[in-house]
């Protein structure tokens, strides 16, 4: 592009015109469409050459399941490098092959724009690494690139449980008759398996009898393949003077996605199009990287949920095969359920039937979930979510309010913000209590309010005490930040504030005041249970007081509430025990975790997965599974549905129902959510206070009129959208 408007481009390749590494290459409709923009020959030149199909080809345990609707186009690596060649040399491109290209600093004072696109290794980005800061993160499987003489139907992903673990095959057709095959596995499961000892022709033999069924007998070729970990390439400066990074040099995205080499074709469509807009290189730069960067991070979050999908797919492979597929298929979140039902309609009727979906007009959100006693008629949660309106921690007329006008919105269970068990447990002075009876009778009239106009709806109670996070400030006057005057004394599992500096230093709690503490939690309980409440949850997550025993960034005691897990799983375990000894026994009981601090040192996955374990052993009844709030000092990776992986996680690895939450935001992410197995039941704070009526919206957009989404007899005049304005 830049050559055909006047410019002068030279290339530096140290390999040879045709060395390249794998086999094929797949491009998107997107891709193409910019392509075309950019240069009409090189487009058709691809158009001729292109390997066009449109089914996703899943094998789960011996059964082939097929989606259609996808639409793939490939072509070969080195036919690719042949194409872009041949157009180079039309247009006056000089090519150095076999040739390393002089030192950055010598071609930028000679160059007006030095494009360094030298791969994941890059050496530009090392010598520059102090200012371009690179992240360079190793992924947690090993694979290896390879090649089958025949031409695959379909894009295929194939499982085989081996004696060593998971392996897993990725592969699709590039021509007529050749087909890239790419073998994965996690690193134990590669050095179990005895892979780190074979070179590339035994490797290429081994992988091929393991999927031999899949590949007919036939071998499977290497081109320099070798088994490596793929690194997640970030950046945070691309540019240094009039050096860019380009492609792998500036930020990868796992194979899984197929989008490695379609982010450097766009990178430099994008680079070109900056430079031809804008006079200077410096205001090139500036707009290519601003232009470009949210495309990336996008792609980017996408690839990582995509490559955590295959790193835990262990946990996956026990699921029902349709469900299996369409978990893989709906992974990086990029393809959704509404977006599947429109790609191919049958395989996700299919999909629905095996989930449980009453009739073909039943969203899966609005499937019904039995939990104890309690049937919730949908799966739509209303999070807890703190108001800080209460006077003395009496809920009053603004509670009635907030949560009645939820309830009346359809979801299937609405959560009361945490609610204190004692007046020193109270986050800020307007935290909601039930350590009185006053404070039950308010919390009766509206239970009774849901029940008698909202019928259907389940309201359940979050119990919880605040800890070292206490005696603050209401949110929106200094979160966090602890009151000017009339405080009140903190305790903790140990005696670290929350803010060092700022926070109050809380009293590490003796052996006595944890006794009295479960009465405290037992007592409110049974106010819970006499207010009418459907469903209790006890809140061990964000920081707060029983949270504060499970992380070992905040216990550091030494006696037998701290050390292991399963000391600090002490007290978090009693409490539950002496609330489930009072509450119901035909009413569920859930517990919130935070399944990770995003700290060093804090709670890892893994100990998530046990200590859900623990209190499904001890009879809750669902987890409901959030993250961080733990330290002040957390890094979160924000996204969107970002916590839900650490539910998948806990619900695949236990088979126990689990709450997502966290940046859930539309009725098709909780469609997906739920489809894939991935959670039971989806939480959503934010969207419910733009719009009370969330649930009831959501079945309006879906035309589901059924009974899990009905509209109170008062407002089914509003339950088709107003006409607008004329256009």
């Known amino acids: 592009m830049l050559a055909r408007q006047g410019h002068t481009v030279e290339l530096w390749e140290r390999g040879a015109p045709d060395d390249t590494f794998g086999f094929g290459v797949v491009l998107s409709d997107e891709t193409l469409g910019g392509i075309e923009r950019a240069d009409t020959v090189v487009h058709a030149a691809l158009g001729a050459e292109f390997v066009r199909w449109d089914d996703v080809d899943v094998v789960h345990r011996g059964r082939l399941l097929t989606s259609g609707g996808h639409g793939f186009a490939a072509i070969g690596r080195r036919r690719l490098l042949e194409i872009l060649h041949e157009r180079c040399a039309g247009l006056g491109v000089r090519l150095r092959f076999r040739t390393q290209a002089p030192d950055p600093a010598a071609l930028s004072a000679s160059y007006d724009l030095v494009v360094a696109a030298d791969g994941v290794h890059s050496a530009v980005r090392e010598a520059g690494a102090a200012h371009y800061r690179p992240s360079v993160t190793p992924g947690r499987c090993r694979y290896i690139w390879l090649a089958a003489d025949f031409a695959f ?98 930020h990868t995205a796992h194979f899984s996605i197929g989008s490695g080499t379609k982010l450097a074709v766009e990178d430099a469509l994008a680079l070109a199009e900056a430079v031809r807009a804008h006079p200077g290189v410096p205001d090139a730069l500036a707009a290519y990287e601003a232009e470009r960067r949210p495309a990336v991070a996008s792609t980017q979050r996408a690839a990582a949920a995509s490559m955590r999908w295959f790193e835990e797919i262990e946990g996956y492979v026990g699921q029902p095969a349709r469900q299996f597929a369409f978990n893989l298929l709906t992974r990086s979140r990029r393809v959704t359920h509404d977006n599947l039902r429109l790609r191919d309609e049958r395989f996700t009727r299919a999909v629905e039937r095996d989930f449980g979906c009453p009739d073909e007009d039943t969203p899966p959100m609005f499937t019904p979930l039995r939990l104890r006693g309690l049937t919730l008629r949908n799966r739509v949660v209303v999070s807890p979510m703190d108001m800080y309106s209460a006077d003395g921690g009496v809920p009053g007329d603004f509670h009635l309010v907030h949560l009645g006008a ?7 269970l609405v959560m009361t913000e945490m609610v204190c068990v004692s007046e020193e447990g109270r986050i800020t002075p307007g935290c909601a209590g039930l350590w009185t009876q006053e404070q039950a009778t308010a919390w009766k009239r509206i239970a009774d309010f849901v029940h008698t106009s909202a019928p259907g709806t389940a309201l359940g109670v979050q119990l919880g005490h605040a800890g070292r996070k206490g005696s603050t400030r209401l949110m929106w006057e200094g979160m966090d930040d602890p009151l000017p005057e009339g405080n009140w004394p903190l305790v903790a599992a140990s005696a670290l504030p ?20 479960r009465s405290e939690f037992a007592a409110a309980a049974v106010r819970a249970a006499d207010s009418g409440f459907d469903l209790l949850e006890l809140h061990c997550a964000h920081g707060y007081l029983l949270s504060g025993f499970l992380s070992p960034l905040t216990n550091r005691r030494d006696d037998a509430y701290g050390g292991p897990l399963e000391n600090r799983l002490r007290f978090p375990l009693e409490v539950f025990d002496a609330v489930r000894a009072v ?21 890892t996955p893994e100990e998530a997965v046990r200590i859900a374990a623990a209190f499904v052993e001890h009879g809750a009844d669902a987890i409901d599974v959030s993250t961080g709030q733990v330290v002040a000092d957390e890094t979160p990776e924000y996204g969107r549905s970002y916590q839900t992986p650490y539910a998948d996680r806990i619900r695949n690895s236990l088979g126990v129902p689990v709450i997502a939450v966290g940046a859930i935001s539309s009725w098709d992410d909780v469609n997906s959510l739920l489809l894939a197995g991935r959670a039971d039941l989806c939480a959503l704070g934010r969207p419910h206070l733009y719009d009370p009526h969330w649930t009831l919206h959501a079945a309006a957009d879906q035309s ?3 009974p899990a989404a009905p509209w109170p007899a008062p407002y089914r005049a509003g339950s088709r959208k107003p006409p607008t304005g004329r256009g």
Not at 177 to 197: C, K, Q
Not at 406 to 412: D, K, S, V
Not at 591 to 599: F, I, K, N, P
Request: include cysteine.
């Open 583 to 603: 509450w119901p026994g035909d009413r569920p009981m859930t517990v919130r975790l935070s399944a990770t601090d995003w700290a060093p040192g804090g709670t």
């Open 498 to 517: 929350y803010r060092p500096g700022v926070s109050a230093v809380p009293r590490a709690l003796a052996e006595a005041d944890l006794a009295a503490l």
């Open 704 to 706: 589901y009129e059924g």
């Open 153 to 250: 139907e379909a894009f295929r992903f194939e499982i085989a449980e081996t004696e060593h673990g998971v392996v897993q095959l990725h592969a699709y057709p590039y021509s007529a008759d050749s087909s890239t095959v790419i073998v994965e596995m996690r690193e134990e499961v590669w050095r179990a398996a005895g892979f780190d000892l074979c070179d590339e022709t035994e490797s290429a033999a081994r992988c091929a009898k393991t999927f031999s069924e899949a590949l007919q007998g036939r071998p499977l070729r290497g081109n320099r393949s070798a088994w490596t970990q793929f690194r997640t390439v970030v950046n945070e400066h691309w540019s240094r003077g009039n050096v860019v990074l380009l492609g792998d040099a500036a």
């Open 406 to 412: 939820r309830a009346l919105g359809g979801a299937g």
